[in-house]
Every structure is written in C-alpha cells, then in structure tokens.
T-cell receptor
Framework: EAGVTQFPSHSVIEKGQTVTLRCDPI?????LYWYRRVMGKEIKFLLH????????ESGMPNNRFLAERTGGTYSTLKVQPAELEDSGVYFC????????????????FGEGSRLTVL | GENVEQHPSTLSVQEGDSAVIKCTYS??????FPWYKQELGKRPQLIID?????GEKKDQRIAVTLNKTAKHFSLHITETQPEDSAVYFC????????????FGSGTRLLVRP
C-alpha cells in the first residue's frame, strides 16, 4: 500500500510568488489534514477535509492560503502571494477514521514539503 | 483552545540509559494522546498512543503514562539505542467529533553510542 505522498519535497520561491503543494493521501482515506511546522516549533493544524468537504479550516493563517480537494482524492495547498513567515515544512496526513476514534484513528503523514520564501 | 507544552526541547542520553519526555495539556476534554517519532528527513510516524481511560501503556521498550488530574503525560524509553535518535512529538485531541491533533513543539533525542 502506498503511503501519503507530497510534492514538491522542497520549494524555494521569492516573496510575492505563488506556490502550490500537492498531497496524495492513502487510497480509501476520507480524512485528509494539512499541518505546518515552522522551524523548531510545534506541528500546527491548518485544516481538515472529509472527502472533498472542508470540515475545519480554523488553522489556516489567512486568505493567502487556499486548499482544495476536488473529487475527494488528492489535495492542493496554494500560497499566494507567499510571505517570509510562510517558510516551514508543510505536512499532509490522512486517516481512515477520525483521530481519537475507537479503533485506529492514526494519522499517516507524508514526508512533508519544505517551503523556503526568500 | 487546547495547548500542549512539551519538555525538554533537546535530550542527550548515553546508549542504554532511559529517556523521559513530558507533556502537559490544557483541555480537560482531551481524551487521546498519541506520540509521533520523526527521524531525520523522514515522515512523523505513530509509535504509541494512550486513551484517557488508561493510566499506562507499554510496548516493548516504550511506555506512556497519563495523569488526567494533573493533565500531563510522558513518554518513557528504556535501554535506549542509537536508532532511537529522532524528534519526538506528543499530541492531544478530543476524539470523536473533534479531530485536530494539537502537537507539542517536539523533543530532539540524541542517543550517544
């Protein structure tokens, strides 16, 4: 079974440019999450999809961030225009069940997309 | 909202010694506490978890304890090995309808051979 895959692994852009990150979850996982880790800090929740619907986007920093999951399969996270403080590692994770539910609500993470904004 | 504090930020131990990482949480409704391990350049992976109806859980050299009254939980690694070197993240979540894992800031563990 393929794991969660993310692309690109590293992106270097200049302030003001646009970047789109992609996540392919594990097949059959309805729940897809985006998280971000800024250097040395916690892994912070951004948003949660159930299939193609945004269940919770309370962690999205501002309207420069747009996440989509058309068709309920892969997801994209676009940052436009990028700012210096957007630098960090963006993790995508998927799960079959909700985190904490009976049974395994384990999140399966991708390897992350490192974003560097110059 | 939930806040998770994790200590220490770095921990260096001699191979064979034990390592303890501690976390505290603020939301008394949190009932699920997973621990993730991230090796250098790799993805975070779940290593152990505990639910609020249990005080302790063990899996070989790894154990997690939970004190609901004090709202803290700890990861214990015994007989550490160099391959235990990684960043460890604790997390807390209200299970069921709530699904956001709130992570601690991570502990970088170095096991010296």
């Amino acid at each position: 079974e393929a794991g969660v895959t993310q692309f690109p692994s590293h992106s270097v852009i200049e302030k003001g440019q646009t970047v789109t990150l992609r996540c392919d979850p594990i097949s059959g996982h309805d729940n897809l999450y985006w998280y971000r880790r800024v250097m040395g800090k916690e892994i912070k929740f951004l948003l949660h999809f159930v299939k193609e619907s945004k269940q919770d986007e309370s962690g999205m920093p501002n309207n420069r961030f747009l996440a989509e999951r058309t068709g309920g399969t892969y997801s994209t996270l676009k940052v436009q225009p990028a700012e210096l403080e957007d630098s960090g590692v963006y993790f995508c994770a998927s799960s079959r069940r909700l985190a904490g539910e009976a049974g395994t609500g384990e999140l399966f993470f991708g390897e992350g997309s490192r974003l560097t904004v110059l | 909202g939930e806040n998770v504090e994790q200590h220490p930020s770095t921990l260096s131990v001699q191979e064979g010694d034990s390592a303890v990482i501690k976390c505290t949480y603020s939301d008394s409704a949190s009932n699920y506490f997973p621990w993730y391990k991230q090796e250098l350049g790799k993805r975070p992976q779940l290593i152990i978890d505990i639910r609020s109806n249990v005080g302790e859980k063990k899996d070989q050299r790894i154990a997690v304890t939970l004190n609901k009254t004090a709202k803290h939980f700890s990861l214990h690694i015994t007989e550490t090995q160099p391959e235990d070197s990684a960043v460890y993240f604790c997390a807390a979540v209200r299970g069921g309808s709530s699904y956001k894992l709130i992570f601690g800031s991570g502990t970088r563990l170095l096991v010296r051979p």
